[in-house]
């Protein structure tokens, strides 16, 4: 999920449909990766003409850049819990570092499934001007832009 600034007055949030990832834990040697794909097609705002609109060149590019990525390149713990991670971020063609927070970080066994797993909420925010996203700049979009991923992942 992202939000960003529209014109000053309001934030406009919008998502992604499609995602897969992979996040490894070695909670003993505290360490671990990240490694998560967008489908940048796959985006979805408050109108169809919007969608139409951030796909197009002005923005996601999705025609020549249909996924954008996340690896991390290490995991930040506090005691036993992963509380960051460090990595890069590749949009429209542009890799950058971008550092990760992690909050609620649980794990345990799936109340339904009883299949063991972990969650957590994933934040960060992103200049998009850095990976060339410019339009609307600074009067009708900010620069800013916040992004939330709650993840759950099951151990294979």
């Keep these: 999920m992202f939000e960003i600034r529209h014109m000053g ?3 406009q949030h919008g998502s992604f449909a499609k995602a897969t990832g992979k996040v490894t834990l070695d909670r003993v040697a505290k360490k671990g990766a990240i490694d998560v794909t967008i489908d940048t097609a796959s ?3 408050i109108d169809p003409r919007l969608d139409a609109h951030v796909k197009g060149e002005d923005f996601f590019n999705v025609a020549k850049y249909p996924t ?4 991390s390149s290490d995991l930040i713990y506090e005691g036993d819990r992963v509380v960051g ?6 949009m ?7 550092s990760l927070k992690v909050a609620n970080f ?3 066994d799936h109340p339904m499934n009883r299949k063991a797993m972990c969650g957590a909420e994933v934040t960060t925010t992103i200049k998009r001007s ?3 996203m410019n339009y609307g700049i600074p009067k009708a979009l900010g620069d800013e832009v916040r ?3 709650p993840v759950e992942a099951y151990r294979e």
Excluded: D, N
């Excluded at 954008?68 to 690896?71: D, N, S, V, W």
């Excluded at 991670?85 to 590749?90: C, H, N």
């Excluded at 429209?92 to 971008?98: E, L």
């Design 106 to 108: 649980v794990c345990g």
């Design 92 to 98: 429209v063609g542009v890799t950058k570092p971008v």
């Design 9 to 11: 007055f309001s934030l």
């Design 85 to 90: 991670a460090e990595g890069e971020l590749t």
């Design 68 to 71: 954008m990525t996340f690896k």
């Design 130 to 132: 850095e990976w060339g």
């Design 147 to 149: 992004i939330t991923i």
């Design 43 to 45: 985006i979805r705002t």
